[in-house]
């Protein structure tokens, strides 16, 4: 394609699955500190537990114990990377600029999270501690997705 065509239409997406797959990779190695087996598992399960009792509400929660947590071993991938112009952008006037690209995400593993925690009720001024167990599995998901790029002018 010369430098003055319009480039849109499908694009490959393998470079982003490599990087995709490499930032992944590194964000679940950071989670464990770098460390395999159950060590890394364990820094994983705390860190989790610790951000979840941050984040809860204690007026109505009691303290999130994270039983168990799988973060998987695969990564997203992308695929049908399509580009459109600027003349086709359907949701609002853009600039030449600015260019959509419209793709699939696609993600199967096995990820997962087993916690417990008690809801606590307050009925007439007495406190009531509902226990709850919840474990999560994310085996697969499939979506389209729109992401706006803006070209900057060397």
């Known amino acids: 394609m010369t430098r003055g065509a319009t480039n849109v239409g499908f694009e490959s997406a393998e470079w982003a699955n490599m990087v995709i797959a490499q930032v992944v990779q590194t964000y679940r190695s950071k989670m ?57 952008h359907f949701l609002r006037p853009s600039s030449e600029n600015e260019l959509q690209a419209q793709f699939e995400v696609f993600y199967e593993d096995s990820v997962s999270i087993s916690l417990s925690t008690s809801y606590v009720a307050k009925i007439a001024f007495l406190p009531i501690h509902l226990l709850v167990s919840l474990r999560i599995d994310l085996l697969n998901f499939s979506s389209p997705l729109r992401q706006q790029i803006t070209l900057r002018q060397p």
Request: aromatic residues 2%.
């Open 32 to 88: 464990r500190d770098d460390l395999p087996g159950e060590e890394g598992d364990e820094i994983v399960r705390r860190r989790i537990e610790h951000f979840a009792n941050k984040m809860r509400p204690t007026d109505v929660l009691g303290p999130i114990r994270i039983h168990d947590v799988n973060l998987g071993v695969s990564a997203p991938r992308v695929s049908g990377v399509h580009l459109i112009p600027p003349a086709e």
